[in-house]
Every structure is written in C-alpha cells, then in structure tokens.
C-alpha cells in the first residue's frame, strides 16, 4: 500500500475536513465561497456529507478550501 505523506488530504475523512471548515470559517462564509445549498440553507454537516459524497465538483472545492485554509494556518 502506497503512503502518501506530503498529501495533506491522506488520512483525512470528509466528515473531518468539513466540520474544520465550519469550525474555521462557518457555515454562512462557505456558503458565500461555495454556492450549495446544503451551506446555505439549514446547513449541517449530516447534509453537506450527503451532497458532497454525490456531487463530485462540490466535492472538490470543498478540498480546494481545506487545502487552503491549511496553508494560511502556516
């Protein structure tokens, strides 16, 4: 089994990366961002993981986002 140690995403489930940005950003600052509903209306992390597993290009702007937020923290 390959490692990847210089990917910051490895090991990391969606639940995790998407409660980080909430607790970092909040709902209402991702929404603005990331234009989905599931930021937008009622949002909860149980709906976005629903979305995000389906959609794959919301999915990857979420990343997107993560991977960022990680470079601003250093």
């Given at each position: 089994m390959d490692t990847q140690p210089n990917n910051p995403?490895?090991?990391k489930t969606l639940e995790q990366i998407v409660?980080?940005?909430?607790?970092h950003y909040g709902w209402e600052y991702m929404g603005t961002i990331i234009k989905i509903?599931?930021?937008i209306d009622t949002p909860s992390v149980k709906s976005s993981?629903?979305?995000?597993?389906r959609?794959?290009?919301a999915r990857t702007k979420v990343e997107t986002m993560y991977?960022?937020?990680l470079k601003q923290r250093r």
């Amino acid at each position: 089994m390959d490692t990847q140690p210089n990917n910051p995403l490895h090991g990391k489930t969606l639940e995790q990366i998407v409660t980080e940005l909430q607790a970092h950003y909040g709902w209402e600052y991702m929404g603005t961002i990331i234009k989905i509903k599931c930021f937008i209306d009622t949002p909860s992390v149980k709906s976005s993981l629903k979305f995000l597993r389906r959609t794959p290009w919301a999915r990857t702007k979420v990343e997107t986002m993560y991977l960022k937020m990680l470079k601003q923290r250093r």
